[in-house]
């Protein structure tokens, strides 16, 4: 099934490791983002990209980096990690957003301790 | 700036109820609307959307109709299941101002239907 491709599903990871979390998609969409999921905040953007080899801060970008070397892939990356990033964590693409919104994938959940 | 504000939950209801969940939004351009279902542990899952004023949006027994002048995109249906208990997000795209157009997310309703 076309669609987005999210690894780890969850994730208990040490204060000051680093991590990187997975995204792929198949869809051949232009543009993609990180958005991350908290209890009465909604979803907040973190990084996007409007095409390969493009990126853009989001509205809490502080603490991760993204990059897009390809059309499929989307990795966001966690340098050092601190028990605010506990989250979930969506990724997800577009294609004319305008007409069909936003595909996303089933999150990774992530416990920073 | 372009924003979305949705009614606080959560909304519990019993099955067969019917269902509105209040959506209003502030943008510039000509946004298209969209709602997004968020079942337990699951991703987000686009329910319906609506491109122009007038257009009613529909899918699964849900309606929204887009009304520009009162700014408003209400999530509507006639009689909900236990299944339909989920977090539903109203969002918005303003099409056609310039720069990169992100979708802006309210903060999201729980319903809770009961049997």
């Known amino acids: ?113 | 700036g372009n924003s979305v504000t949705q009614m606080e939950g959560p909304v519990t209801l019993s099955e067969e109820a019917f269902l509105t969940i209040n959506c209003t939004y502030t943008a510039t351009g000509y946004p298209s609307l969209f709602w997004y279902v968020q079942y337990p542990g699951e991703g987000l899952q686009l329910l319906l959307k609506a491109t122009k004023a007038d257009d009613k949006g529909s899918n699964k027994g849900f309606e929204a109709t887009y009304r520009k002048e009162t700014t408003s995109f209400h999530l509507e249906k006639g009689s909900v299941q236990v299944s339909d208990s989920a977090v539903y997000f109203c969002a918005l795209i303003a099409v056609g101002t310039p720069g990169f157009q992100k979708l802006v997310f309210g903060t999201g309703t729980r319903l809770l239907v009961s049997p």
């Not at chain 1, 780890?8 to 204060?15: E, G, R, V, W």
């Not at chain 1, 990084?47 to 990126?55: D, I, L, P, V, W």
């Not at chain 1, 340098?79 to 957003?97: E, G, H, I, M």
């Open chain 1, 1 to 113: 099934t076309a669609g987005i491709t999210q690894a780890p599903t969850s994730q208990i990871l040490a204060a000051g490791r680093s991590m990187t979390l997975r995204c792929t998609q198949d869809m051949r969409h232009n543009a993609m983002y990180w958005y991350r999921q908290d209890l009465g905040l909604g979803l907040r953007l973190i990084h996007y990209s409007n095409t390969a080899g493009t990126t853009g801060k989001g509205e809490v970008p502080d603490g991760y980096s993204v990059s897009r070397a390809n059309t499929d892939d989307f990795p966001l990356t966690l340098a050092s990690a601190v028990p605010s990033q506990t989250s979930v964590y969506f990724c997800a693409s577009s294609d004319r957003p305008g007409n069909y919104g936003y595909t996303f994938g089933s999150g990774t959940r992530l416990t920073v301790v």
